[in-house]
């Protein structure tokens, strides 16, 4: 799950407070909490992270590896993948680890070929960590 | 009691080129009136009482002359005394003035050419980026490194790459292309599945399972039957995964 899942999921938890309302009890700038949770690349660095941890209530860790893992990154992954015709492991959330073809893909899942010629679908805010990673992204 | 002409700009301490000045009248006249040479014309008496600030009767018509100073003498004219020109010998009043060559301006020596500017550099720098073409490409093209090209090539090299842009020469994109539909695929499947009363197995983020048949759905839920008959809508946000569930059976097939 990407840095903004995660912070949509953690402002869900907390009774779907406003991104206002977080940047009203934190000293984030004006506009970034917003940014971190709705864009599809990365926004958003170490100090910015560690006040929403200390706000959440979770540790700095657990979210600032995310950072490294946005959504955008997982569709330039898929891209890849689909245009190679190569398989894709997928590290879900629930901890299972699905490889796979793509046989498609969207803003809202995965359709993944899995080795038993099942499709299965897969929800992108539970995809954590994939491999391989685009090209560029591992230049990064 | 009416005063020469000469006595009243003295008093007024006024040269004769300002009193001509003031009164829009030629220098030359002006002398010729002080010096009792002419008269005062009657139209110009009005100009000159208003440029000495005194009545027009204050001046006297035909000045006396200054005592002790000549009555203007006629310059003599520069060809006056010359010998005349003989007969048929045209000769013009001002004889022309021999002109010698100008000499010919030296040749402008061409200014070195100024270096491109930082600002182009990054300029065509990041065009090559975008074109996706290499900067070593580019200089063995122009025949040398970007930082050696001098402004006016540089703003060629920009206006050419440019173009290239324009017209579409652009590198594959490196960006992942976002579908059209935000939900496009997953729509489509969930609808067949709906439509052929597939039923579906789901894992929750809590490896809990479920399966059941799709009866409606939206971006943010789907609601299935249960094979009791109960109804679950179940947040997406809250899925891992679903697909093809074998009859009979809890969760994924």
């Not at chain 1, 995310?66 to 990154?73: M, N, S, V």
């Not at chain 1, 995965?110 to 994939?130: F, K, S, Y």
């Not at chain 2, 440029?51 to 100073?69: F, N, Q, T």
């Not at chain 2, 997953?186 to 009363?197: D, I, R, S, V």
Request: proline share 8%; net charge neutral; charged share 25%.
């Amino acid at each position: 799950m990407s840095l903004s899942d995660t912070l949509r999921l953690l402002r869900a938890k907390r009774g779907g407070i406003t991104p206002l309302d977080i940047e009203a009890a934190t000293a984030l700038p004006k506009g970034i909490y917003r940014q971190m949770e709705q864009r599809y690349r990365a926004v958003g660095d170490d100090d910015s992270i560690r006040i929403l941890a200390d706000f959440f209530g979770v540790p700095f860790e657990d979210l600032r590896w995310r950072l490294d893992w946005p959504r955008k990154a997982l569709s330039r992954a898929l891209v890849a993948a689909m245009a190679n015709g190569s398989a894709i492991t997928l590290d879900l959330w629930n901890g299972q680890q699905v490889p796979g073809v793509v046989r498609w893909w969207d803003l809202g899942a995965v359709g993944l070929e899995t080795p038993d010629g099942q499709l299965l679908v897969i929800q992108r805010h539970a995809v954590e960590r994939w491999s391989p990673r685009a090209a560029e992204d591992i230049a990064q | 009691m009416a005063e020469n002409l000469w006595a009243l700009r003295e008093q007024k301490k006024l040269s004769v080129a300002t009193l001509a000045s003031r009164a829009g009248l030629p220098i030359g006249l002006i002398m010729e009136y002080e010096s009792g040479q002419r008269s005062i014309d009657p139209r110009h008496l009005a100009r000159l009482g208003r440029a000495l600030y005194v009545e027009e009767s204050e001046i006297k018509l035909h000045s006396d002359p200054r005592p002790g100073w000549g009555a203007l003498e006629r310059q003599p004219r520069r060809d006056e005394g010359r010998p005349p020109a003989p007969p048929g010998v045209f000769q013009a009043t001002k004889p022309p003035r021999e002109k010698s060559p100008r000499p010919p301006r030296p040749a402008p020596v061409p200014r070195p050419p100024a270096p491109a500017r930082p600002s182009q550099i990054t300029h065509l720098q990041d065009l090559l980026l975008r074109l996706g073409r290499s900067q070593e490409e580019i200089e063995a093209e122009v025949g040398k490194p970007l930082a050696e090209l001098d402004r006016q090539a540089a703003s060629q090299l920009l206006v050419k790459l440019q173009t290239e842009m324009k017209e579409g020469k652009t590198a594959e994109r490196h960006r992942a292309y976002l579908p059209e539909a935000v939900d496009q695929f997953e729509l489509n499947y969930l609808t067949a599945a709906q439509q052929a009363g597939d039923l579906l197995g789901f894992v929750l983020f809590d490896n809990t399972h479920l399966t059941g048949r799709v009866i409606g759905f939206g971006p943010y839920s789907i609601t299935v039957q249960r094979e009791d008959g109960s109804e679950t809508t179940l947040n997406k946000l809250a899925l891992v995964s679903y697909t093809k569930a074998a009859a009979g059976k809890e969760g994924p097939a």
